[in-house]
T-cell receptor, first 114, second 112 residues
Framework: EPEVTQTPSHQVTQMGQEVILRCVPI?????FYWYRQILGQKVEFLVS????????KSEIFDDQFSVERPDGSNFTLKIRSTKLEDSAMYFC????????????FGSGTRLTVV | DQQVKQNSPSLSVQEGRISILNCDYT??????FLWYKKYPAEGPTFLIS?????DKNEDGRFTVFLNKSAKHLSLHIVPSQPGDSAVYFC???????????FGKGTKLSVIP
């Protein structure tokens, strides 16, 4: 069964550093998303991406964050100047169409900011 | 902001019996509802969805019921199996939006 692949599975970074989280969505999917889950809290929407541009973003997705699809297969989330509160599981997801088929999520990247 | 609420943090059910997971929502503009299952160290796995214009959708052992007037939906798993033990998330999507709003999840334990 096709998978969404995320790398790395765990990233530790120092506060103030930049991190890039990587995702390879399912090849025939057109919509891409980032979500995050802070420990003990809900899964929260960050951003959706379609046709090489952001289609929707949440209040969490401020200027510290950016997304990119640099080469037609990877989908990246960049976090500039990380803060302690950015520590969370970050999930990438993709879909063919919204919403009845659901989104396919990756296994996540655990980001720890120290 | 608790537009999607799962009020039971945990549920224990005997193997072979029915598991009923509940979800309430407040936003009338949600047009699709989805259930996800999540194991530790894995991403959420899509289980089943339902459009707001329907009141029931069934897929194998999983059935989702939607009561729009009560703004309530439930996931029924029959019969429950030990492999169903996981955290179950209810999620909702607004009309014209790509964003899913998740509940906090219910941890289901199916006891052999």
């Amino acid at each position: 069964e096709p998978e969404v692949t995320q790398t790395p599975s765990h990233q530790v970074t120092q506060m103030g550093q930049e991190v890039i989280l990587r995702c390879v969505p399912i090849s025939n999917h057109l919509y891409f998303y980032w979500y995050r889950q802070i420990l003990g809290q809900k899964v929260e929407f960050l951003v959706s991406f379609y046709n090489n541009e952001i289609s929707e973003k949440s209040e969490i997705f401020d200027d510290q964050f950016s997304v990119e699809r640099p080469d037609g297969s990877n989908f990246t989330l960049k976090i500039r100047s990380t803060k302690l509160e950015d520590s969370a599981m970050y999930f990438c997801a993709s879909s063919t169409r919204v919403p009845s088929g659901g989104y396919t999520f990756g296994s996540g990247t655990r980001l720890t900011v120290v | 902001d608790q537009q999607v609420k799962q009020n039971s943090p945990s549920l224990s059910v005997q193997e072979g019996r029915i598991s009923i997971l509940n979800c309430d929502y407040t936003n009338s503009m949600f047009d699709y509802f989805l259930w996800y299952k999540k194991y530790p160290a894995e991403g959420p796995t899509f289980l089943i969805s339902i459009s707001s214009i329907k009141d029931k959708n069934e897929d194998g052992r999983f059935t989702v019921f939607l009561n729009k007037s009560a703004k309530h939906l439930s996931l029924h798993i029959v019969p429950s199996q030990p492999g169903d033990s996981a955290v179950y998330f209810c999620a909702a999507k607004g009309a014209g939006s790509y964003q899913l709003t998740f509940g906090k999840g219910t941890k289901l334990s199916v006891i052999p």
